[in-house]
Nanobody, 122 residues
Framework: VQLQAFGGGLVQAGGSLRLSCAAS????????MGWFRQAPGKEREFVAA????????DYADSVKGRFTISRDNAKNTVYLQMGSLKLEDTAVYYC????????????????WGQGTLVTVSS
């Protein structure tokens, strides 16, 4: 499975942005999809994940209530709607895919897309 993330850019604090991640195969609808981010000088961290049905989601505490993960299996695409953006949300955002259960563990995700940079300015 190949993943391609896009939609990053420069946004003012308090603003919104939507990231997208497209999977290369139709069987992408059977994967758990996750979003992770890596800020400059920091380790990559979990942001959100969604089950293949879309009925189960998980969020890092730092983004809960501000970010929404969703997926359109007909389009093999997962989205991350980001709102009330803060300076500390600045990072390279990565999408990833895994089988079976939802997880926050990076090493459980077998497939990764290239990152897309989100920069939040004051």
């Amino acid at each position: 499975v190949q993943l391609q993330a896009f939609g990053g850019g420069l946004v003012q604090a308090g603003g919104s942005l939507r990231l997208s991640c497209a999977a290369s195969e139709h069987t992408g609808s059977f994967y758990i999809m996750g979003w992770f981010r890596q800020a400059p000088g920091k380790e990559r961290e979990f942001v959100a994940a969604i089950s293949w049905t879309g009925r189960t989601t998980d969020y890092a505490d730092s983004v809960k209530g501000r970010f929404t993960i969703s997926r359109d299996n007909a389009k093999n695409t997962v989205y991350l709607q980001m709102g009330s953006l803060k300076l500390e949300d600045t990072a390279v955002y990565y999408c990833a895919a895994k089988y079976r259960e939802l997880s926050r563990a990076l090493d459980e995700y077998a497939y990764w897309g290239q990152g897309t940079l989100v920069t939040v300015s004051s």
